[in-house]
């Protein structure tokens, strides 16, 4: 056998794993989703709370939220969070105005779980 040949059959069997490869991951992939589950109306000091879950709410601990929150002008607030055991993640509020907030929620998603967003609404009134 030739050395072209060889190179031509090496690079067909690389094509046909990685395509093979490829449609195993997107056959056995989940899709998630994120639910903010606190009260829309908090004060600083409690805790913006979501979960992470599949279509057949199975949770997912140990995963990264990202979490930006948003005030009416455009000024955001940026978190992290890793769900626990329950799929549940959350973030203290701290120093933040009185007035209407967005939370937008962020899974990037791992190699047979993809990736997922949430925008929600929160006002923050501390009662002054």
């Not at 955001?76 to 939370?103: H, I, M, P, R």
Request: charged share 20%; glycine share 6%; with cysteine.
């Amino acid at each position: 056998m030739d050395k072209s040949r060889m190179i031509l059959i090496a690079v067909i069997a690389i094509v046909i794993v990685a395509v093979a490869s490829f449609a195993f991951i997107s056959a056995n992939s989940h899709n998630t989703k994120i639910n903010v589950v606190s009260n829309s109306t908090l004060k600083n000091g409690d805790f913006v709370e979501m979960v992470l879950t599949d279509d057949y709410r199975n949770v997912y601990p140990g995963e990264v939220i990202d979490i930006k929150i948003l005030d009416d002008s455009g000024w955001a607030t940026k978190y992290q969070a890793t769900t626990d055991d329950n799929g549940k993640a959350a973030v203290e509020l701290v120093a933040l105005d009185n007035g209407n907030y967005t939370v937008h929620c962020n899974y990037n998603g791992t190699l047979f779980n993809k990736e997922t967003k949430d925008v929600s609404t929160l006002t923050i009134d501390d009662g002054f």
